[in-house]
């Protein structure tokens, strides 16, 4: 059974840092696409940041407004996909979400990924 489980969020202030964390097991995913996504209260479920596997090395695709700021990378030997996310702003405010993919198709939409954690909540007060 596979299963994603998020660690690291927590209550930060506007321009401060945090990592999550996303620990994956039942499967192996370092051939395969890997994501983040956040949701915030009443809105809908959006990208974040993704990466895959890619023979010149992994390729990371982000959403625009966090380009700059969020970084996406990997330990393979931990089976794991982290996100540090640096100048946080007020509406970065969300719960996390990790997903991984069957496949190695980079992609920001949810369909796409075949496995969800529980989230994570990450709350930036101004």
């Known amino acids: 059974q596979v299963q994603l489980v998020e660690s690291g969020g927590g209550l930060v202030q506007a321009g401060g840092s945090l990592r999550v964390s996303c620990a994956a097991s039942?499967?192996?995913?370092?051939?395969?696409?890997m994501g983040w996504f956040r949701q915030a209260p009443g809105k809908e479920r959006e990208f974040v940041a993704t990466?895959?596997?890619?023979?010149?090395?992994?390729?990371?695709y982000y959403k625009d407004s966090v380009k700059g700021r969020f970084t996406i990378s990997r330990d393979n030997a931990k089976n794991a996909v982290f996100l540090q996310m640096n100048a946080l702003k007020p509406e970065d405010t969300a719960v996390y979400y990790c997903?991984?993919?069957?496949?190695?198709?980079?992609?920001?939409?949810?369909?796409?990924?075949?496995?969800w954690g529980q989230g994570t909540q990450v709350t930036v007060s101004s």
């Open positions: 039942g499967r192996t995913f370092s051939s395969s696409t």
């Open positions: 997903a991984a993919s069957k496949r190695q198709t980079i992609s920001r939409y949810p369909d796409d990924y075949d496995y």
């Open positions: 990466i895959t596997w890619n023979w010149n090395g992994d390729k990371t």
